[in-house]
């Protein structure tokens, strides 16, 4: 850090496996990831190529070396793998992985159903691979999942080789753990927790006001995902109480 303050939380150091910020690369170019890695590389833990952007993406080979090259790992989105999945190509997806050199992989259902089984069967073989988030919820606003359902999907894909489960939002935050609005389910949120250990969630949350939810409930070394490239040095301020919305959070507390 630049300056010498008191009264800071205890923000975990990298290379760390919880208080992770997971940033969503919907597109950015080789000259936009130097930039943005030039600042923000101390602060992210992982990065996510949006949903199929990778397919599309020219010079994409490249552009995952440079991530590389700020030793930050890098994972196609879940949708992506829902695509091969559905066309029936899983051992494609792992092969352009392993030709990517790609060792952060998704297992998602949130386009496609898929029974949960053999969700879980998917998740065990990938760990073989690499390391495995696992989404859960869906991506339709009209489909709502009960949290005792939650909490029975999480433990069974943790059980299953997850090392993390992700909280679906989409990348507008209006779904899944939120209301059409952004607004959290709070009752949803705090009845997950008291099943699966808050460590193991990676919680998208690209909106401030979700973001500043999970800092007071969970604190600074909270999981969070979806993080626009523009706003990792904002959370980061916000995590250790440098910005108004927790800036009185951690004073006197040490």
């Given amino acids: 850090m630049n300056f010498n ?24 170019s080789i000259q936009e990831v130097h930039n943005f890695l030039s600042v923000g590389a101390p602060h992210v833990d992982v990065v996510k190529l949006g949903f199929g952007t990778s397919y599309v993406t020219p010079n994409l080979r490249e552009k995952i070396e440079v991530y590389k090259s700020y030793n930050i790992p890098i994972y196609f989105g879940g ?23 790609i060792t952060y992989m998704e297992v998602s259902d949130g386009s496609i159903t ?8 998917y998740i065990e073989k990938l760990t073989q691979h690499g390391l495995v988030l696992s989404e859960v919820g869906s991506k339709d606003a009209a489909h709502i999942i009960p949290p005792y359902k939650w909490i029975e999907l999480m433990k069974a894909e943790l059980e299953a080789g997850s090392t993390y489960v992700i909280a679906e939002a989409r990348e507008a935050g209006n779904v899944g753990i939120y209301r059409g609005s952004g607004e959290v389910r709070e009752g949803l949120v705090q009845e997950i927790l008291t099943q699966i250990p808050g460590e193991r969630i990676i919680w998208e949350a690209p909106q401030k006001a979700q973001q500043l939810y999970f800092l007071e409930l969970l604190g600074c070394n909270v999981n969070l995902g979806n993080i626009a490239p523009t706003e990792v040095i904002p959370l980061e301020a916000m995590r250790i ?3 108004g919305d927790t800036f009185m959070l951690y004073l006197d507390k040490k």
């Fill in 5 to 28: 303050l008191s009264q800071m939380p205890d923000r975990l150091a990298k290379p760390r496996t919880n208080g992770l910020t997971m940033v969503m690369d919907k597109g950015l």
């Fill in 114 to 121: 898929i029974p949960h089984a053999e969700k879980c069967g």
């Fill in 79 to 101: 949708t992506l793998f829902e695509a091969f999945l559905i066309r029936n190509q899983f051992e494609d997806y792992i092969a352009i992985c392993k030709d990517y050199g």
């Fill in 241 to 243: 109480g440098l910005r």
